[in-house]
């Protein structure tokens, strides 16, 4: 079952963004905060464009993964800009002060990008203006859930206007890359530094 997201959803879909964040791997071991990545990639969404996030479900009603996104790339930048990062910098400060934790590599890159969020691509947001993120946990994946989700979201952003999407998959994540082309992605760039991989769609 596929269903809207509400902001009731937040601490479940933060998890899920935690368990699949290294590659779509546990990222726990990797942060000593666990609602860092969450901040940073399922949060500014519940904020900022709610109508377009969904969630699946289980038999049991249990939230198995998520699919979140924008139809706009720059506006949501400037959005996040206004109504997301500044609070966020305040409760995590670029360094660590007395008395917080020490962090970890993984977490002290997320503060960083709270601070400094990446501006968007105007060319790629011209051709392209649509993002998204979907994280769907291990034990849910093969069951046509993934797709569901993508459908589903890919139709809400096209009814928002959106005439083309765009997304970034961590390159070493071979499954989700053969799964977006199955979906009909196709490359847009590829960091030269290794960082991730752009995959596009367009929405007619």
Not at 10 to 23: K, Q
Not at 47 to 66: C, F, H, M, N, S
């Given at each position: 079952m596929i269903r809207s997201?509400?902001?009731?959803?937040?601490?479940?879909?933060?998890?899920?963004?935690?368990?699949?964040?290294?590659?779509?791997?546990?990222?726990s071991a990797l942060h000593r905060d666990p609602d860092l990545l969450g901040e940073v990639y399922v949060?500014?969404?519940?904020?900022?464009?709610?109508?377009?996030?969904?969630?699946?479900?289980?038999?049991?009603?249990?939230?198995?993964?998520?699919?979140?996104?924008?139809?706009?790339?720059?506006?949501?930048?400037?959005?996040?800009?206004?109504?997301?990062?500044?609070?966020?910098?305040?409760?995590?400060?670029?360094?660590?002060?007395p008395g917080q934790p020490t962090r970890t590599a993984a977490d002290q890159r997320l503060v960083d990008m709270i601070h400094h969020p990446p501006d968007p691509d105007l060319g790629l947001a011209a051709r392209y203006p649509a993002h998204l993120h979907i994280d769907l946990l291990p034990r849910a994946q093969g069951r046509g859930l993934g797709r569901l989700l993508m459908d589903e979201l890919l139709t809400g952003l096209h009814e928002a206007g959106a005439t083309g999407v765009h997304l970034g998959v961590d390159p070493t994540n071979r499954a989700a890359i053969a799964f977006y082309e199955h979906l009909g992605f196709s490359h847009w760039d590829h960091d030269p530094a290794g960082h991730g991989i752009t995959l596009v769609h367009r929405l007619a």
């Open positions: 997201t509400t902001p009731a959803d937040a601490p479940a879909l933060y998890r899920i963004c935690l368990l699949t964040g290294d590659a779509g791997a546990d990222a949060g500014p969404y519940l904020r900022v464009t709610p109508a377009i996030g969904l969630v699946a479900l289980g038999d049991q009603g249990e939230i198995l993964g998520y699919a979140v996104g924008s139809p706009d790339s720059v506006a949501f930048a400037a959005a996040c800009e206004a109504t997301w990062w500044p609070d966020l910098r305040a409760r995590y400060p670029r360094q660590g002060g």
